[in-house]
């Protein structure tokens, strides 16, 4: 079966190291957008891509990157990681035409030290 | 991006309806309204999506007022597996964008 899939599930590191965030789908969807959720707020958007090669700003993009070199992947980089990066990370894809309904990962737990 | 209203949380029985309201009153002509929900520890998972008409499928229907400036999500038995976080998200864009809410917390009390 097709699924989205994040690794690892769980990560601490120290402020200041790159962290990168792995998000892998086999549902050979176009789309692709990578969230934060902090306790007691919905879901926010850091990055998303349409297709190879193409990356997009979210809402909340200061401090991250990511790079779309295939179809299936779209890893999140956190260049030197900050306290205040510290969140539940979702990755999301979607398909071009039927885009309204987007399937989420299971999420990576990050505690930045 | 046009914003929704949701209550905070609300509270349903099991095995009894539910109906979850969302205010929309600054949606524009091409915005769908989209609802997920997010049961603890997990992701988010699409509901149901509509842009004008009433819509009904496998997990829930969606009503939409007349003049779209409101929407409800209606569980037509709630159980305990539906205890989570609803989100109305307005928009889908040209590819997809989804602006996430706080959402409305619902709990099914047995």
């Known amino acids: 079966d097709a699924e989205i899939t994040q690794s690892p599930r769980h990560k601490i590191t120290e402020t200041g190291r790159q962290v990168t965030l792995a998000c892998h789908q086999t549902w050979n969807h176009n789309n692709m957008f990578w969230y934060r959720q902090d306790l007691g707020h919905g879901l926010r958007l850091i990055h998303y891509?349409?297709?190879?090669?193409?990356?997009n700003k979210g809402e909340v993009s200061d401090g991250y990157s990511v790079s779309r070199s295939n179809t299936e992947d779209l890893p999140l980089t956190l260049e030197s990681a900050a306290s205040s990066q510290t969140s539940v990370y979702f990755c999301?894809?979607?398909?071009?035409?039927?885009?309204?309904?987007?399937?989420f990962g299971p999420g990576t737990r990050l505690t930045v030290l | 991006d046009a914003k929704t209203t949701q209550p905070n949380s609300m509270e349903s029985n099991e095995e009894e309806p539910v109906h979850l309201p969302c205010n929309h009153s600054?949606?524009?002509?091409?915005?769908?309204i989209h609802w997920y929900r997010q049961l603890p520890s997990q992701g988010p998972e699409y509901v149901i999506h509509g842009l004008t008409s009433n819509v009904n499928n496998r997990m829930a229907s969606l009503a939409i007022a007349e003049d779209r400036k409101s929407s409800t999500l209606i569980l037509h038995r709630a159980t305990l597996r539906d205890a989570a976080v609803y989100y109305c998200i307005l928009g889908g864009g040209s590819q997809g964008n989804l602006i996430f809410g706080k959402g409305t917390k619902l709990s099914v009390k047995p």
């Open positions: 600054t949606i524009s002509g091409t915005d769908y």
């Open positions: 999301a894809s979607g398909d071009r035409v039927r885009r309204n309904e987007q399937f």
């Open positions: 891509s349409y297709g190879v090669q193409d990356t």
